[in-house]
């Protein structure tokens, strides 16, 4: 990580290295750790990636008027993100990753910390304030990941 560089790009790298660390806290695991359950409220690794997927897809490509994909969102299931379907591979989800990471960081790439969008909730963002909403995002949930790779096998580790 850079220890001097401009807003954007201090932003940007600490959103990736977040990522990054989530990616990593998959790796070397089979399936079914992967799927594995491991907290009450039902959290899996795999669940948690295919969250990710819309979360940042929601917030940076939707937020900025470019195409979304078909989020699992339902009133009824509010967590139906959280769950992998039998045909949500790691393959499948850790590729879909990658191209919504790609996708975001053209958002990125294309913008400036001052230009606006419309979030999910009506609200007015900069995507300043997304790059900030989605470190924090990411924070939590590379936190989230750490503890269940450690629960599935016992490793630990802050980063690749």
């Known amino acids: ?74 009133p009824a299931d509010p967590d139906a993100d959280w769950r992998p379907g039998p045909h949500e591979s790691p393959a499948v989800l850790l590729a879909a990753y990658a191209e919504t990471r790609a996708r975001a960081d053209a958002v990125v790439d294309e913008l400036a910390l001052d230009d606006t969008g419309t979030a999910w909730s009506g609200e007015t963002v900069t995507l300043r304030w997304v790059l900030v909403h989605m470190v924090e995002e990411l924070a939590r949930h590379a936190g989230h990941a750490d503890v269940m790779r450690e629960l599935i096998d016992g490793a630990t580790g802050e980063h690749p």
């Open 1 to 74: 990580m850079p220890f001097a560089a401009d807003e954007k790009t201090s932003l940007y790298v600490a959103l990736d290295r977040h990522r990054d660390v989530v990616v990593w806290k998959l790796d070397g695991l089979d399936d079914e750790q992967l799927r594995r359950r491991v907290t009450p409220s039902g959290m899996s690794l795999l669940g948690l990636l295919k969250h990710l997927i819309f979360v940042e897809d929601g917030w940076f490509c939707g937020t900025f008027g470019r195409p979304v994909l078909a989020a699992p969102f339902d």
